[in-house]
């Protein structure tokens, strides 16, 4: 079984300019405990394969509370690099 990380990403307003920011799944560090998912505002997160990641749908708002909230720090969100037109969940 391969395992995969899988990244989130959007713009969040910042004073005047745009910040594009992304979720980053460790999935390797991941025991699949659900505590991320349980706390996600926008139920954007599921465990599949005893392993949180991010549901198609991708709903996530980057508000940082699964990465606040998980014990075994497989989740974080991070500076992204590139332009703010694209939103995605990709494999590491």
């Known amino acids: 079984m391969q395992m995969e990380n899988n990244t989130g990403t959007a713009g969040q307003k910042e004073g005047s300019k745009m910040d594009k920011k992304e979720l980053i799944f460790h999935s390797e560090w991941c025991k699949?405990?659900?505590?991320?998912?349980?706390?996600?505002?926008?139920?954007?997160?599921?465990?599949?394969?005893?392993?949180?990641?991010?549901?198609?749908?991708?709903?996530?708002?980057?508000?940082?509370?699964?990465?606040?909230?998980?014990?075994?720090?497989?989740?974080?969100?991070?500076?992204?690099?590139?332009?703010?037109e694209q939103q995605w969940v990709k494999p590491y």
């Open 32 to 84: 699949g405990c659900g505590i991320c998912a349980a706390f996600c505002p926008k139920s954007a997160l599921e465990i599949v394969d005893g392993r949180a990641r991010l549901k198609e749908n991708n709903a996530c708002i980057l508000c940082g509370l699964c990465e606040l909230r998980c014990p075994d720090y497989a989740v974080y969100l991070q500076q992204a690099e590139g332009g703010l």
